[in-house]
């Protein structure tokens, strides 16, 4: 069988904008007529995705998918590691939790996943033409070559030329771009046939010189200055991009506050994107207690480690004032997201010592629940309907736990009614809802990407306040976004010279 051309997009470090790069690719080689689909061998990221086959992959992957206008499999993304600490990952296999792991015992174990990641690729290159392949952090990191499933070995192994991506507005491209060919091997450097040039500002001619010295210095050809952008949505891959998160659109003067907590395993917080689009909405990341000052929505989000962030939360102070604000000012709405959703109730139980050896830990008490950490991972693709509203919404279940209400606690109903489960009718129940609708938790993430049913509960918040309702909110089309991408990258990248390059391999 014809197996498939392809082509890797390597970096000199995380966050210079490779998983965009593939995503932009990708729409315009689907625009020029090819079959194409994404991959990248080994994710590191907390922002997950269920496959319609129950499996997890890394939200970029699936993202990239969207952009070839085909649907994400676990083949496109074969193992995805989730930090659950500074030193230690869930590791994800094909689709499915293969346990936790030290940094240490991950490097050992990575040698048996080389033939997975290679069968993977095998199977998506019988499928299509062109196979668009994104590397992780840098090819470069000499410390972990010799175990490399990820980058220069597994373009060797696809016999993929490889695409080396740098970011300007970090500073010193020049010298990341030379610095990283000269960690590489020869036969390395051989592989490497042009540069990106990646989140630009100003004026590019102001870059010949340097780029001449590049090019005569490497003998590698600069195929193209992508500038900075933030007119195009395309997701962030994971937390880095939370650092820099400073929304300048402008904002209605009644617009709304939502404050997100930012805990330090976050995860999935694309859950928050299509509020962030909203000009009614000002949404911002919170650190420390004092900057909670008068939100009107709190939301405490989803978690790769909700005992240990939900300590972390009682040992800065962030619990009690989240506890003060919303027992104080009685016009703030608490949302919790899956972890922050078992955060909310009145104990988590970890009795298969999952996150901890705590066994038992308190929760907030706000919500009359009580959550079990259950070995099996639920992994579903979920459609819903909100029990207060009836407006049905789509989205996605990733998490260990099972809530409880408690019989005793005060009166608390569900928050939606699940009617299909992975495409099969099924009727449960899911989360909780106060009745003075204060309080919502809930294990379904991607619920604000359903527009109808973010702008009615939008208007909601605007209503307990006293404000007018919007008849109309921001309608968000990813397969424009990805369109906006790919005519950036056309504008400013030699993509014929990008067709010579596949052509060649």
Not at 104 to 109: G, S
Not at 118 to 138: H, T, W
Not at 364 to 370: N, S
Not at 452 to 477: H, Y
Request: glycine share 10%.
């Amino acid at each position: 069988m014809r197996q498939a051309k392809a082509i890797q997009i390597c970096g000199t470090g995380s966050g210079v904008g490779k998983s965009v790069i593939t995503s932009g690719l990708c729409r315009i080689f689907l625009q020029d007529g090819y079959r194409v689909c994404p991959f990248k061998a080994q994710n590191m990221a907390l922002n997950s995705f269920v496959t319609k086959e129950q499996g997890e992959i890394g939200r970029a992957q699936a993202t990239q998918a969207q952009a070839c206008r085909i649907e994400p499999t676990v083949d496109m993304n074969p193992v995805l590691i989730k930090p659950t600490s500074d030193c230690g990952a869930q590791v994800i296999v094909c689709g499915k939790a293969a346990g936790n792991m030290s940094a240490r015992a991950y490097i050992l174990y990575k040698e048996k996943l080389r033939d997975v990641v290679r069968k993977s690729f095998k199977r998506l290159a019988e499928r299509y033409e062109l196979v668009v392949i994104e590397g992780a952090g840098s090819p470069a990191e000499i410390n972990l070559k010799s175990r490399d499933i990820v980058n220069m070995q597994m373009a060797r192994y696809a016999g993929a030329p490889v695409i080396l991506v740098g970011d300007i507005d970090k500073g010193g491209v020049f010298a990341w771009l030379v610095g990283t060919l000269a960690l590489l091997s020869a036969k390395e450097r051989k592989m490497v046939k042009g540069f990106i040039i990646n989140k630009f500002r100003g004026d590019k001619s102001l870059l010949k010189g340097g780029i001449d010295f590049l090019e005569r210095r490497t003998g590698i050809k600069v195929l193209g200055v992508v500038p900075y952008f933030r007119d195009i949505r395309i997701s962030e891959e994971d937390s880095v991009a939370l650092d820099s998160c400073t929304d300048k659109r402008a904002k209605r003067r009644d617009a709304l506050a939502i404050d997100v907590i930012y805990l330090p395993h976050i995860s999935n917080f694309t859950d928050f994107d299509a509020l962030e689009r909203e000009r009614d909405v000002k949404l911002r990341y919170i650190r420390r207690p004092q900057e909670i000052e008068n939100p009107d929505v709190l939301v405490i989000p989803g978690t790769k480690n909700t005992i240990g962030d939900l300590q972390y939360l009682t040992r800065t102070g962030l619990a009690r004032r989240i506890q003060s604000v919303f027992n104080n000012r009685r016009l703030t709405v608490l949302i919790g997201i899956c972890g922050g959703y078992q955060m909310l109730g009145v104990k988590i139980c970890d009795k298969h010592s999952l996150e901890s050896n705590a066994g038992e830990i308190e929760g907030l008490g706000i919500l009359p629940a009580k959550t079990y950490l259950e070995k099996e991972k639920t992994l579903t693709r979920v459609r819903a309907r909100e029990l207060a509203s009836g407006m049905e919404i789509s989205g996605y279940e990733i998490h260990h736990g099972r809530t409880q209400f408690l019989p005793d606690g005060p009166g608390s109903g569900a928050a939606f009614e699940i009617f299909e489960r992975n495409g099969k009718r099924v009727k449960c129940f899911d989360g909780m809802n106060s009745p003075d609708g204060r309080v919502l938790g809930t294990y379904i993430h991607g619920l604000f990407d359903n527009d109808n049913f973010r702008r009615s509960w939008l208007n909601r918040i605007r209503q307990r306040k006293g404000l007018p309702a919007l008849t109309e909110g921001v309608s968000f089309s990813p397969d424009k976004e990805f369109d906006k991408l790919a005519q950036l990258l056309r504008e400013n990248i030699d993509i014929g010279k990008v067709y010579e390059i596949i052509s060649a391999s």
